[in-house]
């Protein structure tokens, strides 16, 4: 998962980029604080000085200026610990399984010390983000994220409208959407769900499910278990009869089948209402029409209150034993506040990640965008992808893939299909199981 949450979190990050190099909307917040507080504090993070001195510290700067803020960057093939050991640093920017582990082991502060001694709104942020991190630190507050990723389902209400097929709703399952999915006549060459590619489509189930297409503890593929087997069953008749459609395009490609109107619905996330479908409006002119809302990301039906589409790649942390929590504190606060997120709100910086302040969402279009918070975060354990090989979960993409384009062909059944990504995968993953990264 961590992998997934980084390719995702790379493509919002260079979106952000582009957004803010076009922007010119200066910001302006008043902030309560004291200004004239002096410190050097140490902030670590993964990514550039100068992603995080726009984004944060300058503005940060403006109302702190004689708190001196060094960056310390670190790269993905770091050793994350040692790097923490060595450096020491005061503010930690986390991904979700690093917060788990350093919660784990008691290395950061709990917030609710500083909270209980200042008057910080916390109530603006979305409670049951608040409510998973304080489930995951037993009880305590170990970090803030400022912004969150999550997913909708996207769907064209011309088309609806047009074969008289109700619009979907909160909370429905994958077995309902893919129903609903069914009632589009693929002979009129319209599709009722576009996916990126089948991969996708059976992570993104499997993942509502907690499945896993390999165990851990004996390294053995499951891609032939009840379980997955179920799922390929749901995927299938309808995948070969086009009523899904995964094409495999560039996740950047603007063209794909529900931009063009070919295609009821899709799963994607947050950014894709400004990147994928502003800019098909940007690229083609005033002439594009698509008119579109969203619902909740499909569920599974022993929880439909829950989502496990929630991804937190900025959770702002402070150091157990830093020797400057206060003003490490003023820098967590600032970046969480009520008035950072009113006036990032009002950037074109700020649509890629929605602020966990969801009040400051931005809506123009008058969106159902509570598709994307009214869900309860699902907080799943993480795949060690150290335990395995070199590309194996790259090479089990591609297995898959090329195994659902052969079900789609014609040129296999499910079940041969099925077979040989699991035995395909499991040679793989038992040849190279030494070659590690």
């Not at 493509?11 to 910001?27: I, Y």
């Not at 912004?147 to 047009?162: I, V």
């Not at 993480?382 to 194996?392: E, K, S, V």
Request: net charge negative.
């Amino acid at each position: 998962m961590r992998k997934r949450l980084i390719g995702i979190l790379m493509v919002v990050l260079l979106l952000t980029l582009l957004s803010s190099a076009c922007s010119s909307t200066e910001e302006s917040i008043h902030y309560e604080g004291d200004p004239k507080m002096t410190a050097t504090i140490k902030l670590m993070a993964l990514g550039s000085k100068d992603d995080y001195m726009k984004r944060y510290i300058d503005i940060f700067n403006s109302k702190f200026p004689n708190i001196e803020i060094q960056y310390i960057n670190y790269l993905l093939d770091d050793a994350f610990m040692k790097k923490l050991q060595e450096e020491k640093p005061d503010v930690l920017i986390l991904f979700l399984d690093q917060y788990m582990q350093l919660t784990e082991e008691n290395r950061l502060y709990d917030l609710s010390t500083l909270l209980a001694n200042d008057d910080f709104d916390l109530e603006g942020i979305h409670p049951e983000i608040v409510a998973a991190f304080r489930e995951m630190g037993k009880g305590k507050l170990y970090g803030l994220p400022p912004n969150f990723q999550s997913q909708a389902l996207y769907y064209n209400k011309d088309l609806f409208d047009r074969y008289g097929i109700p619009y979907p709703q909160d909370r429905m399952t994958w077995e309902e959407v893919i129903q609903l999915a069914k009632r589009f006549p693929a002979e009129d060459g319209i599709s009722g769900l576009y996916m990126q590619d089948f991969n996708t489509l059976v992570d993104e189930i499997s993942w509502t499910k907690n499945l896993r297409k390999v165990n851990e503890k004996d390294m053995q593929v499951t891609l032939n278990s009840d379980s997955y087997k179920q799922v390929f069953d749901l995927i299938f008749d309808a995948y070969k009869s086009n009523h899904i459609v995964v094409p495999g395009l560039d996740p950047f490609d603007i063209n794909d089948p529900f931009l063009s109107g070919t295609s009821a619905m899709t799963v994607d996330y947050y950014y894709y209402m400004y990147h994928k479908i502003g800019g098909a409006k940007m690229k083609k002119g005033a002439d594009y029409h698509l008119n579109w809302d969203i619902v909740t990301v499909p569920v599974d039906e022993s929880d439909r209150n829950s989502s496990p589409s929630f991804m937190f790649g900025g959770i702002f942390s402070i150091n157990a034993d830093s020797e400057q929590k206060q003003a490490a504190w003023e820098f967590v606060k600032f970046v969480n506040s009520e008035e950072f997120a009113k006036a990032k709100s009002r950037t074109i910086e700020s649509m890629p990640l929605p602020s966990t302040r969801t009040e400051f969402i931005y809506n123009p279009e008058g969106k159902h965008m509570e598709a994307f918070y009214i869900l309860k975060p699902k907080i799943q354990t993480f795949i060690n992808y150290d335990l395995f090989p070199n590309r194996f979960f790259s090479n089990l993409k591609g297995i898959v893939n090329s195994e659902g384009k052969a079900v789609w062909a014609g040129v296999k059944t499910p079940e041969e299909a099925i077979a040989s990504m699991q035995e395909r995968a499991q040679k793989f993953l038992d040849e190279n199981a030494k070659k590690k990264d």
